[in-house]
């Protein structure tokens, strides 16, 4: 396959993820959108790294999918402790930093 196949691939998941970002008011679809979106960047990078039979892309993959990791684990415990708070995770009725 042709790297702008993979490019191709990488593209809709990102648009995918940005579409489920600014449509969406569930507070954990809105972080699975943003994993799409990290997916999507990953497929790039992996595609690159191949074509040009360079290693780095595929490293820099593995810390985005520790970052990843951790912003999950630091989200969810976000929300739960949102949710604990008031039973919702609806972004349009979370409104804990208003005055």
Known sequence: ?????????????????????????????VLMSLELMLNGINVSFVAFSSFLNNIDGQVFVFFIMAVAAAEVAVGLAIVIAI??????????????LKW
Not at 83 to 96: A, G, M, Q, S, W
Request: aromatic share 6%; hydrophobic share 55%.
């Open 1 to 29: 396959m042709e790297l702008n196949a993979y490019l191709l691939v990488g593209l809709l998941l990102f648009i995918i993820g940005v579409a489920g970002i600014l449509t969406r008011k569930n507070l954990i679809v």
């Open 83 to 96: 949710f604990r708070h008031k039973p919702t995770v609806n972004l349009d009725e979370i409104n804990l």
